[in-house]
């Protein structure tokens, strides 16, 4: 079993930053495809960012490539999301989630942080 668990949400003003961190327990994660995810009011969950287990690729959502910058550190089993030129459209829970290298699907996710951008 994993466990997630995030924080660093908060409200800031448009075209301000913050940065998510997602600390992970239960086992390591290193051999871990890991990714953000948000969910706005009335909105499904939407994928946001991934990182692959070796670093090696990253992917975005065409809505925040440019702005967002997922990392991660194996070492200290975290991973983070730096959020640049926020949004009010970015307002929303933001979930960090993990899945083994052979799923296709997340399996593991944390409780959500707020993340409010106000214009």
């Known amino acids: 079993q994993v466990q997630l668990v995030e924080s660093g949400g908060g409200l800031v003003q448009a075209g301000g930053s913050l940065r998510l961190s997602c600390a992970a327990s239960?086992?390591?994660?290193?051999?871990?495809?890991m990714g953000w995810f948000r969910q706005a009011p009335g909105r499904e969950r939407e994928f946001v960012a991934g990182?692959?287990?070796?670093?090696?690729?990253?992917t975005y959502a065409g809505a925040v490539k440019g702005r967002f910058t997922i990392s991660r550190d194996n070492a200290k089993n975290t991973v983070d999301l730096q959020m640049n030129s926020l949004k009010s459209e970015d307002t929303a829970v933001y979930y960090c989630a993990a899945r083994p290298t052979y799923r296709d699907s997340y399996n593991y996710w944390g409780q959500g942080t707020q993340v409010t951008v106000s214009s």
């Open positions: 239960g086992r390591t994660v290193s051999a871990y495809t």
């Open positions: 990182i692959s287990w070796r670093e090696e690729s990253t």
